[in-house]
Nanobody
Framework: QVQLVESGGGLAQPGGSLRLSCAASGFTFSSYAMGWARQAPGKGLEWVSGIYSDGSDTDYADSVKGRFTISRDNAKNTVYLQMNSLKPEDTAMYYC?????????????????WGQGTQVTVSS
């Protein structure tokens, strides 16, 4: 079975940082792009970031460019989302997802098999 387990969420102050992790199992992790999406209270799911299977290319939603960094460690079957300069509008449930191919795409249909999510709350 494919399984994605997010961790690292919590409470941060505006301007603070968090690092999310996603542990993957049940598939050849190094063969697939991975991504992150989020859902804020009362809003739809928003694509946040994607990374190629070998980490050679990344992309970000305009709302997080310059603040968030996606990375992966294929030896550990883990993808990360480093979130810096956090804003209250970053408050959301964050989900990790497996891509359908080796390359990342900047829309949700490029991904499938989502994790259970980890909550990020940014508040003073």
């Amino acid at each position: 079975q494919v399984q994605l387990v997010e961790s690292g969420g919590g409470l941060a102050q505006p301007g603070g940082s968090l690092r999310l992790s996603c542990a993957a199992s049940g598939f050849t992790f190094s063969s697939y792009a991975m991504g992150w999406a989020r859902q804020a209270p009362g809003k739809g799911l928003e694509w946040v970031s994607g990374i190629y299977s070998d980490g050679s290319d990344t992309d970000y939603a305009d709302s997080v460019k310059g603040r968030f960094t996606i990375s992966r460690d294929n030896a550990k079957n883990t993808v990360y989302l480093q979130m810096n300069s956090l804003k209250p509008e970053d408050t959301a449930m964050y989900y990790c997802a497996k891509g359908k191919t080796y390359y990342s795409r900047n829309y949700l249909l490029a991904y499938h098999i989502w994790g259970q999510g980890t909550q990020v709350t940014v508040s003073s």
